[in-house]
C-alpha cells in the first residue's frame, strides 16, 4: 500500500475504493451496497492484513458519515479497531513522529464519526454513463467563439470571433468505456468518438454530407473522443444531418481528446477545433 501521509485517506487503497463506494451506494440500498464492498474488498486482501484493511475500512466509515448513512456497525467496528490499535504497526515503524500525527488523526476520526452526521445526502457519480448520438451520425453544431481567446494558429483574433455561430461537423464514430467499477459494472465513463472535418458552414443544411473532407491528427490517426454528454450539444444548437457506416478506425490507439466544456486562457474547444480545421494553408 502506497502512503503519502497519515490522512484516512492519504494513501493509494483508499483512494482506489472512493469511487467503488459512490458506485454501491449509487446503485443499491445502504446494506446491500456495504455488502458488495465487503464482498469485493475480501477478494483482494482481509483483516490479515491490517494496514490495508485498515485504509478500507477507516474510509468507509469516513465516506458513510459524511454522507449521512454511517450505520451503527460500521461505525461501532471502526471504533474498536481505533480502540484496539489495529493497523498501527505500520505508523509506529516509520517513528515516533509518524506514530504520533496517525494517532492525532485517528483521534480525530473517531471524534467524527462518533457526532452527529448529516441527513441522508444524494450520492453523485462523477461519470457520463449515458451513450449519446448512434454510430455513423453526422452532427453539427454552433461554435461558441464570442468572449473567448484563440489559443491556436491559423486565424487572427478577430477572424475567429467573427466564426461564432457557425456550424462545425462530426460524425460519431463508436463509443469507448473506462473507469468501470468493478462493484457496479454499469457505472462508468463514456466517451464519444468522432472524426472532425474541415469546413467552416453559416447554417447545417447547407452542408454535404457528401463532400466532407476529415481532418487527420499529427498521430495519423483522425479520431477524437469527447465527453458522453448531450449537455455541450444542446448549448450550441446541434443538428443531426445524415447518417453513414464509419469508417474502421486505424490500429493506432492514440485518440486525442477534445473538451467541449473547457474555457481557460490556454484552452477552449473552439480554438482547438478551429485550428485544425484551417491548418490548411489555403483556408478553406
Not at 464519444?192 to 454530407?209: H, L, P, Q, T
Amino acid at each position: 500500500m502506497g502512503t503519502w501521509g497519515a490522512g484516512i485517506t492519504s494513501n493509494d487503497t483508499a483512494q482506489d475504493l472512493l469511487d467503488e463506494y459512490k458506485a454501491a451506494f449509487y446503485s443499491y440500498d445502504v446494506d446491500t451496497a456495504v455488502k458488495k464492498i465487503d464482498d469485493y474488498v475480501r477478494t483482494m486482501f482481509n483483516e490479515s492484513d491490517e494496514e490495508e484493511f485498515a485504509a478500507y475500512y477507516y474510509s468507509l466509515a469516513e465516506f458513510m458519515w459524511k454522507k449521512g448513512i454511517l450505520t451503527d456497525k460500521i461505525r461501532e467496528h471502526a471504533v474498536k479497531m481505533v480502540d484496539s490499535e489495529f493497523g498501527m504497526g505500520l505508523w509506529t515503524a516509520e517513528g515516533s513522529s509518524a506514530e504520533k500525527e496517525r494517532r492525532k488523526v485517528l483521534a480525530k476520526f473517531r471524534n467524527t464519526i462518533t457526532s452527529p452526521q448529516c441527513a441522508p445526502k444524494k450520492i453523485k457519480i462523477d461519470y457520463n454513463m449515458n451513450d449519446i448520438f448512434e454510430d455513423g451520425e453526422y452532427v453539427a453544431f454552433r461554435l461558441k467563439t464570442e468572449g473567448k481567446s484563440y489559443t491556436s494558429e491559423g486565424l487572427t483574433e478577430d477572424e475567429f470571433h467573427a466564426l461564432d455561430g457557425k456550424y462545425v461537423v462530426f460524425q460519431k464514430i463508436r463509443s469507448k468505456v473506462s473507469c468501470v467499477s468493478a462493484i457496479v459494472p454499469e457505472v462508468c465513463d463514456r466517451w464519444a468518438v468522432f472524426r472532425m472535418f474541415y469546413g467552416v458552414y453559416n447554417s447545417w443544411d447547407e452542408i454535404d454530407i457528401n463532400k466532407l473532407e476529415q481532418y487527420v491528427f499529427d498521430s495519423g490517426n483522425p479520431f477524437f473522443s469527447v465527453e458522453s454528454t448531450m449537455f455541450h450539444f444542446k448549448k450550441r444548437d446541434f443538428k443531426v444531418i445524415g447518417k453513414d457506416v464509419p469508417p474502421e478506425e486505424t490500429k493506432t490507439n492514440v485518440i486525442q481528446g477534445i473538451y467541449l466544456g473547457i474555457n481557460r486562457p490556454h484552452y477552449n474547444a473552439d480554438s482547438y477545433i478551429l485550428g485544425r480545421i484551417y491548418s490548411k494553408s489555403a483556408k478553406q
